[in-house]
């Protein structure tokens, strides 16, 4: 890769990428969650959660059932923080950095959802009971205030034909958790046993 090849302006890049935005890209666009972007986050059961600390960048996934994530008013969400691995990599980072970037996906659904804003982690009874599962409370809400939200279009999923069940890859054919862990430990962790308690493992402490 030669360096005269490489893009390190503005000018050059816009050189590249040249002339005007599809207009509906601007238009798409707003500080605020309007009823259509309602419906759409409350038909997700996924989003990637982007943050920012000392250690750099990081990139959460979180699920739950469609509509786990409330939209509490026109700029404002809330998002339960389901029980994880303990690394609270993304709460450590909004203590450092409250800037999040969320993008949420709908299965059978080509376009997502971008949402921009700040988040606050809260453990406010009064939130954290909004969103039993199973019995169990989340430790912490998130409280999101709204920035920017706009819609993506549907080039990427299409391209990556993400919903097409044939593209489906064979799970068993990809690395097992337990294979990654032994590797990298050098077996002090991870390999069979570790695969095969996961199920009992995730049934016990999905909530």
């Known amino acids: ?74 700029k404002t969400l809330l998002v339960p923080d389901r029980r994880g691995n303990n690394r609270i990599d993304t709460l450590r980072n909004l203590l450092y950095d409250p800037r999040v970037a969320l993008l949420f996906l709908i299965p059978g659904c080509s376009e997502t959802l971008r949402v921009m804003g700040r988040a606050s982690i809260s453990t406010d009874p009064g939130l954290t009971q909004q969103f039993v599962m199973e019995g169990k409370a989340p430790r912490s809400v998130l409280v999101v205030a709204v920035e920017t939200v706009f819609f993506q279009c549907a080039k990427a999923i299409v391209r990556s034909k993400l919903w097409d069940a044939s593209r489906h890859v064979d799970r068993k054919t990809l690395p097992t958790a337990g294979t990654i862990l032994a590797e990298i430990t050098g077996g002090k962790l991870g390999g069979p046993e570790h695969d095969r308690a996961a199920p009992e493992r995730m049934k016990a402490t999905i909530y």
């Not at 207009?23 to 982007?50: D, M, N, Q, S, V």
């Open 1 to 74: 890769m030669g360096s005269d090849h490489l893009i390190t302006t503005v000018e050059e890049l816009e050189k590249v990428y040249g002339g005007d935005v599809y207009p509906p890209a601007r238009a798409k666009e707003t500080g605020h969650i309007t009823p259509a972007y309602r419906k759409l986050i409350e038909a997700a059961p996924f989003f990637a959660l982007a943050s920012n600390g000392p250690g750099g960048l990081d990139c959460s996934p979180r699920g739950d059932p469609a509509g786990f994530v409330k939209v509490a008013d026109e």
